[in-house]
């Protein structure tokens, strides 16, 4: 099983700030089948990122993902009010799918 | 659009059963592989299981292995878990997920199973 570690486990930030997410894997995620998910409370997750790279539809190009192998980082830049939120990351190469923890990104 | 609303959560006692139902809509639902992802409250997310697009193949968690079966009704565009043994650990909420391939692209809004005497 490939285990996902996100960090930080939150993150404290003001709006128009940049915030950067790690998710680092137990072994090598095959042909980087990686995405990234934001849940607010309440809600379901929303994909965001896929293939580590790729924005899903209608995703601003304020979230970049970027990253191959072990490593992978998301990237948001000038935080609006509606990106607070938590982040997850998930790996589809290989059954189990899993989940990292979790990154908070709440407001300073 | 994209519509999947699950049905069938409640409160269970330990041991028992329940079978969770996600009707979708707005895709040709034969075409895709569809997911079950659970979240306890106040944790993070959890796959549980994976059937493929024809009902062929199926993947299960570890956790939920030998006792959840995930099944599918292409003519009835509708996804179902059956979940036999239950914990109090299988509390939960219980969401249906549409899949690209193994991807999870689309969520419905889920459904509560507590498991509780």
């Known amino acids: 099983e490939i285990v996902l570690t996100q960090s930080p486990g939150t993150l404290s930030l003001s709006p128009g700030q940049r915030a950067t997410l790690s998710c680092r894997a137990s072994?090598?995620?095959?042909?980087?089948?990686l995405a990234w998910y934001q849940q607010k409370p309440g809600q379901a997750p929303r994909l965001l990122i896929y293939?580590?790279?790729t924005r899903a539809t209608g995703i601003p190009d304020r979230f970049s993902g970027s990253g191959s192998g072990t490593d992978f980082t998301l990237n948001i830049n000038r935080l609006e009010p509606e990106d607070f939120a938590v982040y997850y990351c998930?790996?589809?190469?290989?059954?189990?799918?899993?989940f990292g923890g979790g990154t908070k990104v709440e407001i300073k | 659009q994209v519509q999947l609303v699950e049905s069938g959560g409640g409160v269970v006692q330990p041991g028992g059963s329940l079978r969770l139902s996600c009707a979708a809509s707005?895709?040709?639902?034969?075409?895709?592989?569809m997911h079950w992802v659970r979240q306890a409250p106040g944790k993070g997310l959890e796959w549980v299981s994976l059937?493929?697009?024809?009902?062929?193949?199926?993947y299960y968690a570890d956790s939920v292995k030998g006792r959840f079966t995930i099944s599918r009704d292409n003519s009835k565009n509708a996804l179902y878990l059956q979940m036999d043994s239950l914990k109090p650990e299988d509390t939960a909420v219980y969401y249906c997920?549409?899949?690209?391939?193994?991807?999870?692209?689309?969520w419905g809004q889920g459904t509560l199973v507590t498991v509780s005497s």
């Open positions: 072994q090598s995620v095959g042909r980087d089948y």
């Open positions: 998930q790996q589809y190469a290989t059954s189990p799918l899993t």
């Open positions: 707005g895709f040709t639902f034969s075409n895709y592989a």
């Open positions: 293939d580590a790279s």
């Open positions: 997920a549409r899949g690209q391939q193994w991807l999870i692209k689309n």
């Open positions: 059937v493929s697009y024809d009902g062929n193949n199926e």
